[in-house]
């Protein structure tokens, strides 16, 4: 493989993936940990569909995508990040420990985690909102690699109310850079 080439992923699977872990980011936002050790090679940039429904019962007819914003691949556990807007997204931020989702993924190409151009070793990274989930794990692959590069990470919200993520963007060790439409907190 080439330097800035993505990596082939791994073949897309449909699994039943109980849900290990549930974790409250924001008033309307959750992250949720789920058990698919199907998902251990998939990469930053990748997302998974997710039936948002009990099986044939009611409710909406397609599958919801949703980036991943972790994996780990020892443990066989993925995570998405999940902002509660509809019917579906309402039902799966209301999933615990214990309920199964049915999960189709990896699905898409990821991102490339080769580091090459002018400055080599440096990345900057820039999102908002649920947008940063797919940069998170970008951000853990990359201070995975040896030597990790410098990585920044611009990160915008409406509001203080709306961040999220920031404290997991920083333990990958990048440096966080937050900025808000109202300039409640960060640059505005």
Not at 124 to 150: N, W
């Amino acid at each position: 493989m080439r330097a800035g080439q993505a990596p082939v992923a791994p073949r897309m699977s449909l699994a039943r993936a109980p849900v290990v872990g549930l974790e409250r980011l924001g008033e309307a936002v959750v992250r949720l940990d789920f058990e698919a050790p199907e998902l251990a090679g998939a990469q930053p940039g990748q997302f998974v569909h997710v039936l948002c429904r009990e099986g044939a019962s009611g409710g909406p007819l397609l599958r919801r995508p949703y980036s991943l914003a972790g994996v780990d691949a020892v443990r066989g556990v993925a995570s998405i990040v999940v902002k509660t807007i509809g019917v579906g997204s309402r039902w799966l931020a209301a999933r615990r420990p214990g309920d199964v989702l049915d999960v189709l993924g990896p699905l898409g190409r990821g991102f490339s985690t080769g580091v090459t151009g002018p400055a080599p070793g440096t990345v900057l990274l820039v999102g908002g909102g649920t947008g940063l989930a797919p940069l998170l794990f970008l951000a853990q692959r990359l201070a995975a690699q040896g030597p990790a590069p410098e990585v920044t990470v611009v990160a915008g919200f409406r509001s203080r109310a709306d961040v999220i993520l920031e404290e997991a963007l920083a333990a990958t060790g990048a440096r966080v850079v937050v900025a808000t439409e109202d300039g409640s907190v960060g640059l505005r």
